[in-house]
């Protein structure tokens, strides 16, 4: 996992096709106010835009995903991300054809505010959305989902 401000986000460029091409997108649409939906980048990459109320850890399940890294940027809100690595974990289900793989098991929890982004890697359980101390809130959320290049993470 990688957390870190818009402030560094071109230290990021380098870390494999896609990457580039998204974080360009988000230098140019950050401020704007996008709609929620996708938006195709190019044929390794896509960002979703969602706008969502925060939920309480019960409501939610860790997940990971095995054809695309995401790399979610707050747009406007904040909210708890609780992240493990996947080895510390138990499967429970899957869905391939959605990519999404889910667990259970604990990890620690990250806040995710407006400026901020997470870099999330196959091998990065995760469960977004999370309320942070007790308040519920509508979000604004944009997630990358960039290809994996399997030599990036080889």
């Not at 667990?103 to 990065?124: H, K, Q, S, V």
């Not at 469960?127 to 989902?145: E, V, Y």
Request: proline share 5%.
């Amino acid at each position: 996992m990688i957390y870190d401000h818009l402030k560094n986000i071109d230290k990021y460029r380098s870390l494999g096709p896609g990457f580039d091409k998204g974080i360009d997108f988000i230098l140019d649409n950050h401020t704007k106010a996008l709609d929620p939906g996708r938006y195709e980048i190019d044929d390794s990459v896509y960002a979703q835009v969602n706008v969502y109320e925060t939920k309480e850890p019960e409501e939610a399940f860790i997940e990971t995903h095995h054809e695309y890294i995401d790399f979610q940027f707050m747009l406007e809100g904040i909210e708890d991300v609780v992240w493990a690595p996947l080895h510390k974990l138990e499967a429970t289900e899957s869905e391939p054809e959605k990519d999404l793989y889910k667990y259970c098991g604990n990890g620690e929890r990250y806040p995710l505010e407006a400026g901020y982004f997470m870099i999330l890697f196959p091998t990065d359980a995760h469960m977004p959305s999370l309320t942070r101390h007790g308040a519920k809130q509508t979000n604004k959320k944009l997630i990358l989902k960039i290809k994996v290049n399997s030599s990036l993470l080889k």
